[in-house]
């Protein structure tokens, strides 16, 4: 079988894509509106782009009808967001946020989630997450065509706030953070544990 994404609708590409690139680690990014309203999404296109400089990066994708995430908007608007990590005991939570809700609910309020206050960005982290990343804007890539756009955003990582049960002579224990992977899926999204896992030695 041979696939020319060009010839294929854009939803199909989404759905192609995204069971090939799996597992694919969760940004559970929270952000707050120009009006002060907390909000709270998952994105799964996420990753590492730089360590030094520490740069990560994560895709918000337009609404089929063109219109912008908030997620997005609210980024725009002041440059500062934190990306939390999603572990076992977090999924039903962080799958509540994935909701297209209406721009001034709070996310945490309907996931039930406490607010912590950031040190360097005046944006909540998600308490019950093991991992948060404050980050501040550095740019965003727009790729497609309207309506079908996506905003690729780019950030600098300014501070990384670990539990201490997760962290102990200047690593980090990864296997019990126990977070959670996105795979492909239709109709049913489908995740998997990161705790299955196999060693190799890299050659010299």
């Known amino acids: 079988m041979k696939i020319n994404l060009s010839d294929e609708k854009a939803r199909e590409m989404h759905h192609i894509l995204m069971s090939i ?13 120009e009006d002060g309203i907390y909000n709270l999404a998952p ?3 996420f990753c590492v782009m730089s360590v030094n400089p520490a740069i990560v990066g994560f895709n918000s994708a337009a609404f089929r009808d063109g219109r912008k995430k908030d997620t997005l908007i609210n980024i725009e608007s002041n440059g500062e967001y934190v990306i939390n990590m999603v572990d076992e005991s977090l999924a039903e939570a962080m799958n509540i946020t994935s909701a297209s809700f209406p721009p001034q609910t ?10 912590v206050k950031a040190d360097l960005v005046k944006v909540p982290m998600v308490g019950e997450s093991p991992v948060n990343l404050e980050c501040r804007l550095r740019q965003i890539l727009k790729f497609g065509e309207e309506p079908m756009t996506n905003n690729f955003i780019i950030g600098d990582v300014l501070l990384i706030h670990v539990k201490d049960e997760y962290y102990s002579n200047e690593e980090i224990n990864a296997s019990a953070l126990k977070l959670i992977g996105r795979l492909g899926g239709r109709g049913i999204d489908r995740y998997c544990r990161t705790t299955d896992s196999f060693k190799m030695q890299r050659p010299v």
């Open 43 to 45: 994105f799964s296109a």
């Open 21 to 33: 690139i799996a597992p694919r680690p969760i940004a559970w990014v929270s952000t707050v509106s």
């Open 106 to 115: 709070d996310e945490f309020q309907e996931a039930d989630l406490t607010t």
